[in-house]
């Protein structure tokens, strides 16, 4: 397994790297200041990654064009402390890297310098890259550079170092009040892609930036996880939350939830519904988790 290499890893990035011809090396990753090889994606050979200096977030590493560009933070300076960046360092074969350089900061239309770029996390996607940008919101505090909110953006790349905002720079993931991901959304990783959907796993947290823990892992579709929280939780008359099965906020964990789990099914949660479950199979589903109630009991706290 992975173990530290004389500092904190931060959000390890893997990659299945089958070109490579020696088979310890199928497998890579790369975080904090560390670069790692494996064969069977379990046990790691650590090795130190200087290029990325202080990079104490999350990075993100793909190989694209010919060669590995890895994702990691970059920081300059403001009256409230360290202005954060992302940067890019390259490297042909996963051993010697270029020294980092900012390749985004925010600007005045994102209210730099009150709202900076957190981390960056790159998946390529046909003839291009997709960028999830996290981004910390800062409250307007004078000597605040840590209590904010968070919540990610998309960007879009042809070379990996030129980048181009998308949507009108809407946001794209953002935390749900009252939810297991109230306080902060943070995309600590690529998308997957299978079976031509993609899945989105991210942190999450109850709490604020710089007000408390650094959270859970979750993902953003509604399935079995959600009918096992409406079942532990069920008939539940008052004082249920979004993390405990009430989805229509009024407090009870009833009907009406079951009908919006329903009319949900596998859909990104805040986003567009997929295949509906016929009322039997719902009702059947909710059965088999209202009979192992406690074996799902752990499914109803997020807090972290």
């Known amino acids: 397994m992975i173990e530290t290499y004389g500092t904190v890893i931060f959000d390890e990035d893997v990659i299945k790297d089958p070109q490579d011809p020696d088979p310890n090396r199928r497998y890579k990753g790369l975080g904090g200041d560390i670069v790692a090889f494996s064969p069977d994606g379990i046990n790691w050979d650590m090795q130190p990654f200087p290029a990325a200096g202080k990079n104490d977030t999350s990075s993100s590493v793909v190989f694209w064009q010919g060669e590995y560009l890895a994702y990691v933070r970059n920081q300059g300076s403001w009256e409230n402390g360290v202005m954060r960046k992302v940067a890019l360092s390259t490297s042909t074969d996963f051993n010697s890297w270029t020294p980092k350089e900012t390749i985004?900061?925010?600007?005045?239309?994102?209210?730099?310098?009150?709202?900076?770029?957190?981390?960056?996390?790159?998946?390529?996607?046909?003839?291009?890259?997709?960028?999830?940008?996290?981004?910390l919101h800062l409250d307007e505090i004078p000597g605040n550079n840590g209590l904010g909110d968070m919540d990610v953006q998309l960007m879009t790349s042809r070379d990996g170092r030129d980048w181009q905002r998308v949507a009108g720079r809407d946001v794209f993931l953002e935390p749900t009040p009252g939810a297991w991901d109230?306080?902060?959304?943070?995309?600590?990783?690529?998308?997957?892609?299978?079976?031509?959907?993609?899945?989105?796993?991210?942190?999450?947290?109850?709490?604020?930036?710089?007000?408390?823990?650094?959270?859970?892992?979750?993902i953003g579709l509604v399935d079995e996880t959600d009918a096992a929280i409406l079942a532990s939780n069920w008939q539940t008359l008052t004082g249920a939350t979004w993390a405990r099965g009430d989805f229509n906020g009024d407090g009870a964990v009833d009907d009406i939830d079951a009908t919006i789990l329903a009319g949900n099914w596998q859909a990104g949660r805040g986003g567009t519904s997929g295949t509906v479950p016929e009322p039997t199979i719902l009702a059947g589903l909710l059965g088999l988790c209202l009979n192992c109630l406690y074996t799902y009991r752990f499914f109803t706290e997020f807090s972290g």
């Not at 109230?182 to 796993?201: A, E, F, H, K, N």
């Not at 991210?202 to 710089?210: D, I, K, L, V």
């Open 104 to 135: 985004f900061t925010t600007d005045a239309e994102d209210g730099n310098p009150w709202t900076q770029p957190y981390a960056l996390g790159v998946t390529p996607y046909g003839d291009q890259l997709i960028g999830i940008l996290w981004l």
């Open 182 to 218: 109230q306080g902060r959304i943070m995309v600590s990783t690529t998308m997957l892609l299978r079976d031509d959907q993609v899945y989105i796993y991210y942190t999450s947290s109850e709490t604020r930036h710089g007000s408390g823990s650094w959270g859970t892992l979750g």
